[in-house]
């Protein structure tokens, strides 16, 4: 069992940043793969980025590639997501998930077993 709590969102401009974090509760964190994603109002919930259980292996979505950064630190726990130069589409509830490792990160939600309770990330001027 493994829970999640996501932090750091909250409004910016667009051409602004925002790291968000995720922290993971149990002694097994490192056994599972970690993605981001995220669900915008009266649409369906889409992957963002993936990260492998080693970190070894990051995957983004084509619409966040060069400017979100996804990465984990499995001493503490903890997985991220930066993100820069971000834009008014961005605007939508970030979730973090875990899923079971794999040497390759998945894009499609049923693939994850665990959930986050999510956190909103507004832009706007």
């Known amino acids: 069992q493994v829970q999640l709590v996501e932090s750091g969102g909250g409004l910016v401009q667009p051409g602004g940043s925002l790291r968000l974090s995720c922290a993971a509760s149990g002694r097994t964190f490192s056994s599972y793969n970690m993605g981001w994603f995220r669900q915008a109002p009266g649409k369906e919930r889409v992957f963002v980025a993936a990260?492998?259980?080693?970190?070894?292996?990051?995957y983004y979505a084509d619409s966040v590639k060069g400017r979100f950064t996804i990465s984990r630190d499995n001493a503490k726990n903890t997985v991220h997501l930066q993100m820069n130069s971000l834009k008014p589409e961005d605007t939508a509830v970030y979730y973090c998930?875990?899923?079971?490792?794999?040497?390759?990160?998945?894009?499609?939600?049923?693939?994850?077993?665990?959930w986050g309770q999510g956190t909103q990330v507004t832009v706007s001027s």
């Open positions: 998930a875990a899923g079971p490792a794999r040497p390759y990160g998945s894009q499609v939600t049923a693939d994850y077993d665990y």
């Open positions: 990260i492998t259980w080693s970190g070894g292996n990051t």
